[in-house]
Nanobody, 128 residues
Framework: QVQLVESGGGLVQPGGSLRLSCAASGFTLDYYAIGWFRQAPGKEREGVSCISSSDGSTNYADSVKGRFTISRDNAKNTVYLQMNSLKPEDTAVYYC?????????????????????WGQGTQVTVSS
């Protein structure tokens, strides 16, 4: 059974850090592009960061560039999202997604519908 499980969310003060993990089971992440998306209450799901399956190229939303870092550990079948200098506007449910049919990473990172497999999400709350 194909499954993605996110973890690492929580409550953090502004300026703090969190590391989200996305662990896959039932398939090997090596051949999949992975995306992190987030959805705040009343807003549409938006792309945060994506990483390719082949050359490890990455893509970031402008709002998180310089603060967030995506990485993958194929040996652990896990993708991470290191989030630093967190802001209240980063508060959202964060989802990881996987897709084997890769087109343009930048485009995939904009449109959640390009990803076929999704985790259940993990809540990130940035508040003092």
């Amino acid at each position: 059974q194909v499954q993605l499980v996110e973890s690492g969310g929580g409550l953090v003060q502004p300026g703090g850090s969190l590391r989200l993990s996305c662990a896959a089971s039932g398939f090997t992440l090596d051949y999949y592009a992975i995306g992190w998306f987030r959805q705040a209450p009343g807003k549409e799901r938006e792309g945060v960061s994506c990483i390719s399956s082949s050359d490890g190229s990455t893509n970031y939303a402008d709002s998180v560039k310089g603060r967030f870092t995506i990485s993958r550990d194929n040996a652990k079948n896990t993708v991470y999202l290191q989030m630093n200098s967190l802001k209240p506007e980063d508060t959202a449910v964060y989802y990881c997604a996987a897709e084997k049919r890769i087109t343009t990473l930048q485009a995939m990172c904009i449109y959640p519908s390009t990803f076929g497999y999704w985790g259940q999400g993990t809540q990130v709350t940035v508040s003092s």
